[in-house]
């Protein structure tokens, strides 16, 4: 069973630059987060995704980022106009939820690490 | 609101000694899961366990125990004898349903 994949694992850029990461989710889940995790601190949500469907943003998703999840099935997290703020590890996770279901567990990728010079 | 306070910001041992993660939340919900997920030098989350708030059954797994209780609600976990290999960042985390909320992990490193 191949695990959540992310790319790339490593990301610099220059301030006011565009990125975009990808996250490749277990194949069959049909639930995908993203989260951030700065130094020192535990991730924090960002947003999550049921199939294709955004169904929750976190406040920390400023106008700047947005995500997507076209076929509900990989999705991508674009960050424009990137600020020295934005420099953190952002964790891509999934998870599968049958009907009537509230929570599974969620497995992680590996992270894609951003530095914004 | 919930919350997760991981009071330990580092332990380090040596290797066969046992060692103790705290880990206390908060939370108004009934229903709500509780997690443990190690964070390796490579940067990747690997889940442990998952615990729903029915379920105060102390669990064991090899060397790894975890302690919950309901009434002081915490959810300890304890490594027994050590290796290298336990040297990691390990998250404790809480949820009613989709949303994750992390401790600020307990930094563990086990000395040969």
């Known amino acids: 069973d191949t695990g959540v994949s992310q790319d790339p694992r490593h990301k610099i850029t220059k301030r006011g630059q565009n990125v975009t990461f990808r996250c490749d989710p277990i194949?069959?889940?049909?639930?995908l987060y993203w989260y951030r995790q700065t130094l020192g601190q535990g991730p924090e949500f960002l947003t999550y995704f049921q199939n294709e469907a955004q169904l929750e943003k976190s406040r920390l998703l400023s106008d700047r980022f947005s995500a997507e999840r076209p076929k509900g099935s990989f999705s991508t997290l674009e960050i424009q106009r990137t600020e020295q703020g934005d420099s953190a590890m952002y964790l891509c996770?999934?998870?599968?939820?049958?009907?009537?279901?509230?929570?599974?567990?969620?497995?992680f990728g590996p992270g894609t690490r951003l530095t914004v010079l | 609101a919930q919350k997760v306070t991981q009071a330990q910001t580092e332990i380090s041992v040596v290797e066969k000694e046992d060692v103790t993660l705290d880990c206390v939340y908060e939370?108004?919900?009934?229903?709500?899961?509780l997690f443990w997920y190690k964070q390796p030098p490579s940067g990747e989350l690997v889940f442990l366990i998952r615990r729903n708030s029915f379920d105060e059954q102390n669990e064991i797994s090899g060397r790894y125990s975890w302690n919950f209780q309901k009434s002081t609600s915490s959810f300890n976990f304890t490594i027994t004898a050590s290796q290298v290999v336990d040297s990691a960042v390990y998250f404790c985390a809480l949820t009613r349903d989709y949303k994750l909320s992390f401790g600020a992990g307990t930094t563990v490193t086990v000395r040969a």
């Open positions: 939370t108004r919900d009934t229903t709500y899961y």
């Open positions: 996770a999934s998870s599968l939820v049958v009907s009537g279901a509230t929570q599974n567990t969620q497995y």
């Open positions: 194949s069959e889940h049909n639930r």
